[in-house]
């Protein structure tokens, strides 16, 4: 066996042979970025900010017009 096969795997390191330490930041990182969440909140029922004004929604509704995917507008002149 070549070693090619496992150079192109993602978990896999390559050592210099003559290495006496092993650099384990980027895979710690990239565990790290993959257990964190994607999405923080303050709370399990926090409603988060508008993201186009900012408003805290847990106070109310803000007064943005929602986005409305226009490919979605056939489906809504069928439900009407």
């Known amino acids: ?14 050592l210099e042979p003559r290495a006496t330490t092993v650099d384990l930041r980027p895979a710690l990182r990239e565990q790290w970025l993959l257990a964190a ?7 399990e ?10 408003a805290d929604l847990n106070l109310g509704p803000c007064d943005c017009a929602p986005d409305v ?4 507008a056939a489906l809504r002149r069928s439900n009407a």
Request: proline share 9%; aromatic share 6%.
């Open 69 to 72: 995917d226009p490919r979605w």
């Open 37 to 43: 969440p994607g999405l923080a909140l303050c709370r």
């Open 45 to 54: 029922d926090c409603k988060g900010l508008c993201p186009k004004c900012g």
């Open 1 to 14: 066996m070549d070693g090619s096969d496992e150079s192109d795997e993602s978990d896999v390191y390559m």
